[in-house]
């Protein structure tokens, strides 16, 4: 498993409880990798920039499905 893998997967289990960088260093990730894996995430959809508990990440909820909104 790559670090991004297990920082996603120790990100969706923290459920806000340790902010991203935090986690990062709890994985054994410094800073920039973190930055980096985070960014991947966003660019994959995986997660959302809001402020959530003491991250300011969380985890994206896909529709699935359409006219979802009735």
Same mark, same amino acid.
């Given at each position: 498993?790559?670090?991004?893998?297990?920082?996603?997967?120790?990100?969706?289990?923290?459920?806000?409880? %340790?902010?991203?960088?935090? *986690?990062? =260093?709890?994985?054994?990730?410094?800073?920039?990798?973190?930055?980096?894996?985070?960014t991947q995430l966003l660019s994959e959809y995986?997660?959302? %920039?809001?402020?959530?508990? *003491?991250? =300011?990440?969380?985890?994206?909820?896909?529709?699935?499905?359409?006219?979802?909104?009735?």
């Amino acid at each position: 498993m790559n670090h991004k893998d297990r920082y996603f997967n120790a990100f969706k289990e923290s459920n806000g409880r %340790y902010n991203e960088i935090e *986690l990062g =260093e709890k994985l054994g990730l410094n800073e920039s990798d973190t930055r980096q894996i985070i960014t991947q995430l966003l660019s994959e959809y995986k997660i959302e %920039y809001i402020q959530n508990g *003491l991250s =300011e990440y969380s985890i994206m909820k896909t529709v699935k499905g359409k006219n979802k909104s009735r």
